[in-house]
Nanobody
Framework: VRLVESGGGLVQAGKSLRLSCAVS????????MAWYRQAPGNQREWVAR???????TYEDSVKGRFTISRDVAKNTVYLQMDSLKPEDTAIYYC?????????WGQGTQVTVSS
């Protein structure tokens, strides 16, 4: 099983980034997909989720700015991040979950400068 994140980088506040997570080794369409993030000194926190039925949910601080989506044909989940803020700086992780089975990617760094 592999989850490979990409798309992170250094951006100025107010700009956008799109993260991608390419998934292999599992039946992608059967899994709920999510993005988490971990800032230095903080615990990993949930950011957004898209379930198998396509319903999306977001953590309050990113509602209206971030959009999660999935492309079943490409086995890829995306996180479009707009109006980025310095407090969005973190390592962003992709997660695939089916009942009690959970897989993680290695993470991609997002740094937002003020």
């Amino acid at each position: 099983v592999r989850l490979v994140e990409s798309g992170g980088g250094l951006v100025q506040a107010g700009k956008s980034l799109r993260l991608s997570c390419a998934v292999s080794g599992i039946p992608f369409s059967s899994y709920d997909m999510a993005w988490y993030r971990q800032a230095p000194g903080n615990q990993r926190e949930w950011v957004a989720r898209v379930i198998r039925a396509g319903i999306t949910t977001y953590e309050d601080s990113v509602k209206g700015r971030f959009t999660i989506s999935r492309d079943v044909a490409k086995n890829t989940v995306y996180l479009q991040m707009d109006s980025l803020k310095p407090e969005d700086t973190a390592i962003y992780y992709c997660n695939a979950k089916l009942f009690t089975t959970s897989y993680w990617g290695q993470g991609t760094q997002v740094t937002v400068s003020s």
